[in-house]
């Protein structure tokens, strides 16, 4: 991964001249806490909240991948498996295990976390992470699933969440630090391969967009098509 000096200016970090609502401190108003404490405690809490939701979705997808029907095996995406092996999935969860978890997996958030699980872990379905949890591990300490989801369809993603895990970034920090990094990359390739999408999905407040990927994937359907 190319490393690109600094030459947008940041907008996520920290509220500059043009920015109508800038955050005031003076006016905010959390109870009996100081607002310090208040941070503090979000904080700790959704670090905890994001380790425990990363674990659940690790077990949920290892559970998932292990049904094969007929000897085929479920494998990712889901759109790839065939219509026969995922309806007979969802009939065995209803009508079996009783739950439906469709809920979860039909989510933008889980599809695109899914995808990073085989990077992590190697031989992801080979293991257990209800025998073995450690393995299964959640691979960073400052980084959080919100920077996985802002990067999930770039090439270099792990390398910016390494740098991001070096540096400390805060969330807003590393939006910034990506931001630069793909316009960066459109200024050289002449090119405006790298989007930035934010407040276009409900699930997705942010993320960056590979083009060059999306016209593959219709490429892709037109040729199933033909």
């Known amino acids: 991964m190319k490393h690109h000096n600094k030459t947008f200016e940041d907008i996520y970090s920290i509220?500059?001249?043009?920015?109508?609502?800038?955050?005031?401190?003076?006016?905010?108003?959390?109870?009996?806490?100081?607002?310090?404490?208040?941070?503090?405690?979000?904080?700790?809490?959704?670090?905890?909240?994001?380790?425990?939701?990363?674990?659940?979705?690790?077990?949920?997808?290892?559970?998932?991948?292990?049904?094969?029907?007929?000897?085929?095996?479920?494998i990712l995406p889901m759109q790839k498996n065939s219509m026969i092996l995922n309806i007979a999935f969802v009939k065995l969860l209803r009508r079996h295990v009783g739950i439906d978890i469709q809920l979860i997996t039909r989510s933008s958030f889980f599809t695109k976390l899914e995808l990073y699980f085989d990077d992590f872990f190697p031989g992801f379905c080979e293991g257990n992470p209800f025998?073995?949890?450690?393995?299964?591990?959640?691979?960073?300490?400052?980084?959080?699933?919100?920077?996985?989801?802002?990067?999930?369809?770039?090439d270099d993603r792990m390398e910016l969440l390494k740098e991001a895990e070096?540096?400390?970034?805060?969330?807003?920090?590393?939006?910034?630090?990506?931001?630069?990094?793909?316009?960066?990359?459109?200024?050289?390739?002449?090119?405006?391969?790298?989007?930035?999408?934010?407040?276009?999905?409900?699930?997705?407040?942010?993320?960056i967009i590979d083009t060059d990927k999306k016209l593959q994937a219709l490429k892709g359907k037109k040729r199933k098509h033909v």
Request: glycine share 2%; hydrophobic share 35%.
């Open 15 to 74: 509220d500059n001249d043009q920015v109508k609502n800038k955050l005031n401190f003076d006016k905010i108003d959390v109870g009996d806490m100081s607002v310090e404490e208040y941070i503090n405690l979000f904080k700790f809490f959704l670090k905890d909240f994001y380790s425990i939701l990363f674990d659940q979705c690790v077990r949920l997808s290892w559970m998932r991948r292990n049904f094969s029907y007929y000897g085929k095996k479920t």
């Open 131 to 154: 025998t073995n949890p450690d393995y299964y591990k959640f691979p960073f300490k400052n980084v959080t699933l919100d920077f996985l989801l802002a990067v999930w369809q770039l």
């Open 166 to 207: 070096k540096q400390k970034m805060s969330y807003a920090v590393f939006v910034d630090y990506i931001i630069n990094h793909v316009y960066s990359e459109n200024e050289e390739l002449g090119r405006r391969r790298y989007e930035v999408r934010q407040n276009q999905d409900r699930n997705f407040p942010f993320c």
